[in-house]
């Protein structure tokens, strides 16, 4: 089974930066499509940024230009960068992986494996 684990997350000043983690462990896979989702208290779960493959990364306009992501593909790993955090940005993010083939096509567009989030708090 593919485990996914976020991290990195925490408190943070308005005009600050986090790093956040996301790793997916298990042998079952070498290759993952990315996404990244975020949900504030009572709102929507929405999409942040999603990354798949060398220059295939996408962002929500509410993040563009603030959010950078990066990957690393031996570790299974994707990391979003999070500078000029604001309170709006206040929610528990998520990490989803979608295993692909060395194509970055989806092998099953039905399987995504997520984590159980990180939560991120923008406040002064």
């Known amino acids: 089974q593919v485990q996914v684990v976020e991290s990195g997350g925490g408190l943070v000043q308005p005009g600050g930066s986090l790093r956040l983690s996301c790793t997916a462990s298990?042998?079952?896979?070498?290759?993952?499509?990315w996404n990244w989702y975020r949900q504030a208290p009572e709102k929507e779960r929405e999409l942040v940024a999603t990354f798949s493959g060398a220059g295939n990364a996408w962002y929500a306009d509410s993040v563009k230009g603030r959010f950078a992501l990066s990957s690393d593909t031996p570790k299974n790993s994707v990391y979003l960068q999070m500078n000029d955090l604001q309170p709006e940005d206040t929610a528990v993010y998520y990490c989803?992986?979608?295993?692909?083939?060395?194509?970055?096509?989806?092998?099953?567009?039905?399987?995504?494996?997520w984590g159980n989030g990180t939560p991120v708090t923008v406040s002064s």
């Open positions: 298990g042998n079952f896979f070498k290759l993952y499509a």
């Open positions: 989803a992986a979608s295993p692909v083939s060395s194509r970055w096509c989806l092998i099953d567009s039905g399987m995504q494996f």
